[in-house]
T-cell receptor, first 113, second 116 residues
Framework: DAGVTQSPTHLIKTRGQQVTLRCSPKSGHDTVSWYQQALGQGPQFIFQYYEEEERQRGNFPDRFSGHQFPNYSSELNVNALLLGDSALYLC????????????FGSGTRLTVV | AQSVSQHNHHVILSEAASLELGCNYSYGGTVNLFWYVQYPGQHLQLLLKYFSGDPLVKGIKGFEAEFIKSKFSFNLRKPSVQWSDTAEYFCAVRLNYGGSQGNLIFGKGTKLSVKP
């Protein structure tokens, strides 16, 4: 059990569509980060949410947006999907104060056709 | 830009062989260092981490890593690998901005295949 829950586990979308991925952090964690892991690559940081605000952002276009809810869960939205958006999307949670590390979810495998 | 380099893309070993996976990073400030393992179809699992103190860090499943600040390195080692260690291994660095939640910068990963 990863402690971080992501849904769905897999999905297939068509180019140009929009997608929403969901993440529930580990109990007690208040910060959620999203990463994109392309095939054969290490995860790349998309953005991080804390107190319902985007706190940091990686080098991803505005088509990638997110949200954090009062219960600390989070969504990742991707608009105008491209074939290159096909990847494993990972959610990681952490505790902002007294940081000890990140706990990763199992990811959502997105395939864009 | 800060980066993390893992020297080996794919390592093939026989059971009982010793393992060392290289990791170097490019950042001159304070860092937190991590090694994660990803078994096929599973989530990233933390093997070990270094925040401060003793540069030789022991993790789960018999893995250890040594932080050498002068070389900007954090190499992963295991004296004797098992078939069950077959997985992909990722080195990651978090830039420590003194309390700010810096994000993780990952290497590209090293795939380890252990032959029974």
């Amino acid at each position: 059990d990863a402690g971080v829950t992501q849904s769905p586990t897999h999905l297939i979308k068509t180019r140009g569509q929009q997608v929403t991925l969901r993440c529930s952090p580990k109990s007690g964690h208040d910060t959620v980060s999203w990463y994109q892991q392309a095939l054969g690559q290490g995860p790349q940081f998309i953005f991080q949410y804390y107190e319902e605000e985007e706190r940091q952002r990686g080098n991803f276009p505005d088509r990638f947006s997110g949200h954090q809810f009062p219960n600390y869960s989070s969504e990742l939205n991707v608009n105008a999907l491209l074939l290159g958006d096909s990847a494993l999307y990972l959610c990681a949670s952490s505790l902002r104060v007294s940081f000890h590390g990140y706990t990763f979810g199992s990811g959502t495998r997105l395939t864009v056709v | 830009a800060q980066s993390v380099s893992q020297h080996n893309h794919h390592v093939i070993l026989s059971e009982a062989a010793s393992l060392e996976l290289g990791c170097n990073y490019s950042y001159g400030g304070t860092v937190n260092l991590f090694w994660y393992v990803q078994y096929p179809g599973q989530h990233l699992q933390l093997l070990l981490k270094y925040f401060s103190g003793d540069p030789l860090v022991k993790g789960i499943k018999g893995f250890e890593a040594e932080f050498i600040k002068s070389k900007f390195s954090f190499n992963l080692r295991k004296p004797s690998v098992q078939w069950s260690d077959t997985a992909e291994y990722f080195c990651a660095v978090r830039l420590n901005y003194g309390g700010s939640q810096g994000n993780l910068i990952f290497g590209k990963g090293t795939k380890l295949s252990v032959k029974p």
